[in-house]
């Protein structure tokens, strides 16, 4: 890896270690937001001054910003709010602006585990043996260095004068294949190339994949816009200049509905954006297109019309995806739908007027440049032939056309965005060659990719989820995915001459398409004769195969009777002892049934013998009860009558005592010693309480003993009396 393409690397590596993003904008604002992540990230926000910045900057990015220009940087953030300078001409981040660059870093930091996370779910989930961590190194890897490509192969558009080596040339199949030989074992080398391609393939369908892709690829630019020239940075902020952009035949097809999805996605938000923003840009295409596009249609209408598709046939070509472009267009709607060669290239026949109605017109003043198209033909077949690659000569011819039409139209400005007209591509080849041939005459590049021309029009239009996903879908087409390869040329021959079996299996189709080591053969032929032999060869060992499969199959099905029949025996032995078991069983809960019924029974007899004799015990209690009750009634009630008349005599005695007492102490005044005493009154009352106290205790048993206590009293207090 050359040491820029490392250096870039590096730098792309410090930013992603800290989830940082640099939006795509003009190179003042570039330098505004790298600025603010390395002040809040790098400094954690510690106080310092213009000249220090400057030196940390070039120190950690490699950017050699200019004092003046970083103080006006400052100046502005300043207004604005985002940064402090104290009374020392120390910087630092607003506090605002602090928690917002970190709040962002979080968010990224966390958009990349979500990418990792689901990326890796989906391997486990396939069951394939790789260590994921390692893959997701490789990964990692692979992606900053073809960012970093990316970022110089778009700076250069930008501003021809920006690289001085070949890094941006590296092909991606080799920093891929440099990143898993580092961390994977040769074992995985295959399989994590296939997962890292298809990690990019399917990149739309992942709204987060989109959006992580997104980040690092506006990183990536930005950071290079950094280093364009003072002049072209000038333009750039005076927006996008007029521009005619001639799309190559490989590119119209997608506006045709005769590419794959992501062709198709791309496409449309192309169109949809010139239209929506009326971006300075006119679509075109040049007359050797039209003619070259109308070649290859009728090209693939005399090959398709030559057969007669079952619907089979096209459903193995659209499982397989061994072909592409307009026969796997033709052939998916085939498969859905029994589908005229003639009715499917009817619409297309008219392809001038479907590009029109999205804005596409035929360029007019194709002879301009005509003179050099010899020589760039000439040139081009050489450094293909150098490469080892090979491309038919009319194609070369068309290229060189439009190269030398578009070369023509271009000014003399610095930069490729200034000079006018441009040529998108999805041809990688054509687009080296012309990269190559404008650096050695140090003129401005002529040719871009789908992805340079997006991430260009990303500074000029608001992202929006729908154009994140068709940048995203843009980055690897071009070499990730081939509009026509030998592979798919095999796969055209094989698949016209199985066409020719009529009823042949969609399996066998299917395994045959799918057998490289055929494809390579017919790639090398073109002979008839010789594509029936390697075919039919081929046809013929997969019946010996399958006859020989079938045979096992038959094998297979007889050890499978065998054993089912052994199994059902087996079953049928089971069965017939759970059936002795069960009536054994049922026999034994009868039987307990039978006893718990009796039991029941004797349980309910003595329940019942209980309950009468305990109903007959409470009888018994219940008269015993009532007769005690009214005797203890009959009792009471004559002890009540014997306590009346007992009342009643004690209150009749108490009352002739004391009216006898009265008549022989008041009226007989009898006896004289009791009359006659000093203390006579004293003692006649104490005698007569006596009295009548002793009279009452005859018949008051209950209170007798106090009564009689009561006349003793009375008559020692008398016995008293009479001594003194």
Not at 421 to 428: F, G, I, K, R, W
Not at 660 to 674: D, Q, R, Y
């Amino acid at each position: 890896m050359s040491n820029q393409l490392s250096d870039s690397v590096r730098v792309l590596e410090q930013l992603c270690n800290t989830a940082a993003v640099l939006e795509t904008g003009m190179p003042n604002e570039v330098l505004e937001q790298l600025l603010l992540l390395h002040l809040a990230i790098d400094r954690d926000n510690e106080p310092t001054s213009i000249d220090a910045l400057r030196e940390s900057l070039h120190k950690v990015y490699g950017v050699a910003a200019l004092p003046d220009d970083l103080r006006q940087v400052v100046d502005r953030l300043q207004t604005r709010g985002q940064v402090v300078v104290n009374s020392g001409e120390d910087i630092v981040l607003s506090a605002e602006t602090l928690a917002g660059v970190r709040e962002e870093c979080s968010a990224g930091q966390a958009l990349e585990e979500r990418v990792r996370d689901a990326w890796l779910e989906e391997i486990r989930a396939r069951e394939l043996n790789i260590p994921g961590d390692l893959l997701w190194a490789a990964l990692e890897e692979f992606i900053q260095s073809a960012f970093a490509r990316h970022g110089m192969q778009t700076a250069i558009l930008i501003d021809p004068g920006f690289a001085t080596d070949d890094a941006h040339e590296v092909s991606l199949s080799a920093l891929q294949n440099r990143a898993i030989s580092k961390h994977l074992p040769p074992e995985d080398h295959d399989l994590a190339a296939e997962l890292i391609a298809e990690f990019f393939a399917r990149v739309g369908e992942s709204r987060d994949r989109v959006r992580y892709v997104g980040r690092l690829a506006d990183t990536a630019h930005a950071f290079f816009v950094l280093h364009v020239s003072p002049d072209v940075a000038h333009t750039m902020r005076s927006g996008l200049s007029p521009i005619t952009v001639f799309l190559d035949t490989n590119f119209l097809f997608a506006f045709l509905g005769l590419h794959s999805d992501p062709f198709l996605e791309v496409s449309n938000r192309l169109v949809d954006a010139v239209s929506k923003y009326k971006l300075p840009v006119k679509l075109r295409y040049h007359e050797e297109t039209a003619a070259e596009l109308k070649g290859t249609l009728d090209h693939y209408r005399r090959e398709l019309i030559k057969r007669r598709w079952s619907q089979a046939l096209s459903r193995a070509a659209v499982r397989t995806g061994a072909v592409s472009g307009v026969e796997l267009e033709y052939h998916r709607r085939n498969a859905e739908v029994p589908t005229d060669v003639a009715v499917f290239f009817k619409p297309l026949e008219h392809f001038d007027v479907l590009l029109r109605d999205k804005g596409i017109e035929i360029y007019r003043g194709s002879a301009k440049g005509e003179d050099a198209a010899d020589g760039i033909a000439t040139e081009y077949e050489r450094e293909l032939a150098e490469a080892d690659r090979e491309k038919p000569a009319a194609a070369i011819e068309h290229d060189a056309r439009v190269l030398a039409t578009v070369r023509a139209l271009r000014s003399e400005a610095a930069s490729s965005l200034e000079a006018g007209a441009l040529l998108v591509t999805c041809d990688y080849s054509l687009f080296r060659f012309d990269n190559r041939e404008a650096r050695r005459a140090g003129v401005p590049a002529s040719v871009l990719l789908p992805n340079m021309l997006w991430q260009i029009l990303r500074a000029y239009v608001p992202t929006t989820q729908e154009y994140d996903r068709a940048f995203a879908d843009t980055f690897a087409l071009p070499e990730f995915r081939t509009i026509q390869s030998r592979s798919g040329q095999a796969a055209s021959k094989m698949l016209s001459y199985l066409a020719t079996y009529g009823d042949l299996a969609e399996e066998t189709a299917t395994r045959l398409l799918s057998n490289e080591v055929v494809l390579r053969q017919l790639s090398v032929t073109e002979d008839e004769d010789e594509v029936a032999e390697i075919v039919d060869s081929e046809l013929a060992r997969l019946n010996e195969q399958l006859l020989e499969e079938r045979a096992a199959l038959a094998n297979t099905i007889k050890d499978e009777a065998r054993r089912r029949a052994e199994l059902e025996e087996e079953k049928s032995r089971i069965a017939a002892e759970a059936e002795a078991e069960r009536e054994r069983m049922r026999r034994s809960i009868e039987r307990a049934n039978r006893q718990a019924q009796d039991a029941e029974q004797a349980r309910k007899n003595a329940a019942e013998a209980e309950s009468e004799a305990r109903s007959r015990t409470t009888e018994v209690e219940t008269e015993a009860a009532r007769t005690l009750r009214e005797e203890r009634e009959e009792r009471l009630k004559l002890q009540r009558e014997h306590e009346r008349q007992a009342h009643l005599s004690a209150f009749l005695v108490s009352l002739l005592v004391i009216v006898v007492h009265l008549i022989l102490w008041l009226g007989l005044e009898w006896p004289k010693a009791l009359v006659t005493h000093d203390r006579a009154l004293a003692m006649e009352l104490l005698l007569l309480a006596a009295l009548v106290a002793l009279a009452v205790a005859i018949f008051e048993e209950k209170w007798r003993k106090y009564l009689l206590g009561s006349g003793v009293a009375f008559a020692l207090i008398i016995a008293i009396l009479q001594l003194l």
